[in-house]
């Protein structure tokens, strides 16, 4: 016996469209989730290979920096061995406007800035200096030179360290380039080039200094200088006798630069009254670098870090 279909009521049609229609709705939700999904999966994708093969480029070119120009933290100008194989040392800059959006741009020489990233959020650069550390019972080489071209003569030479009060570097821990068998104790102290200018080019005499703790006034260093406008070179050693890090003082009047290990941690290169100036670290030891890309949906954040293997000074 055959069973009659029932009729579907206006109540039992409205429902089934009304769930037909949500169905679809969710469909069409959930579908354009996963295509949203996927294409900010895709643009992180892209964002990350960019930034990424700008950081490359500058921690490859910044490795080998010999000095830096100028440094911030949106902008890093080194010198570089040789880029272009010229064999010549080249200048390079990376810099970053602030405006999100903008590139990240190099420069060789100021020959025009080109993009490395085209689009960034954000980049910084931070520096790290290493301390003076030195360790007992080695040697370090070290050099001062001094120049007064007016007035009062004053140069003194000092340290400090954890278990090592600020004093005027002993003669025991100094040792001199060439040795002098008729010097004060025993040969201990800095070879001394006495030159009778300021630029280092009329020597006249050469001996060793027990220490460098020299204030002459208005006099003269020695018999064949005059008591102006002369010039001193100290060259040697220094040998701790204590582990640790170590800061350097010099009281001068008028211009010094002091090396040690051949790192440049003093430079007062000017006429100037009686000032003391102090090196704590031996350059430039490491950069830090971030780089932020892509948009504020898919922001990308990348940080790296360049050991520098001149350990540059700062120029200028």
């Not at 900010?40 to 960019?50: H, K, L, P």
């Not at 080489?141 to 005027?168: F, I």
């Not at 200094?209 to 040697?236: E, H, K, M, Q």
């Not at 102090?278 to 050991?307: C, F, H, K, T, Y």
Request: net charge negative; proline share 4%.
């Amino acid at each position: 016996m055959r069973r009659r279909r029932r009729a579907v009521t206006l109540v039992e049609l409205i429902i089934v469209v009304m769930l037909t229609g949500t169905v679809m709705l969710t469909v069409g939700y959930v579908t354009t989730q996963i295509t949203s999904g996927v294409a900010n999966v895709d643009r992180r994708s892209q964002a990350q290979t960019e930034a990424a093969l700008a950081m490359v480029r500058i921690r490859n070119e910044l490795e080998y920096a010999t000095s830096i120009v100028a440094l911030d933290s949106k902008r890093i100008s080194f010198k570089h061995p040789d880029v272009n194989g010229d064999n010549q040392v080249d200048t390079i800059t990376y810099e970053w406007s602030g405006v999100g959006g903008d590139p990240i741009t190099r420069e060789i020489n100021e020959g025009g800035k080109q993009p490395v990233l085209d689009r960034c959020r954000s980049l910084t650069f931070r520096s790290a200096r290493r301390p003076i550390t030195l360790i007992a019972g080695r040697s370090y080489p070290l050099k001062l030179e001094y120049y007064d071209n007016t007035g009062l003569a004053t140069c003194v030479l000092k340290w400090s360290a954890r278990g090592v009060s600020k004093q005027v570097v002993p003669s025991a821990c100094l040792r001199p380039a060439s040795i002098d068998p008729q010097a004060p104790n025993g040969g201990a102290g800095l070879t001394g080039q006495y030159y009778d200018n300021i630029d280092f080019t009329d020597l006249r005499l050469t001996r060793t200094d027990a220490v460098v703790d020299f204030d002459w006034g208005y006099s003269r260093p020695a018999l064949l200088i005059d008591d102006n406008t002369f010039s001193i070179r100290w060259t040697g050693q220094v040998c701790p006798a204590i582990t640790g890090e170590y800061t350097f003082y010099v009281t001068s009047d008028d211009g010094v630069r002091l090396w040690v290990n051949g790192m440049l941690v003093i430079d007062n290169w000017t006429d100037h009254t009686s000032t003391e100036d102090q090196g704590a670290s031996m350059g430039l030891w490491r950069i830090d670098i971030g780089i932020e890309a892509g948009s504020a949906e898919v922001p990308v954040r990348l940080d790296g870090a360049v050991n520098l293997v001149n350990r540059p000074g700062m120029e200028g």
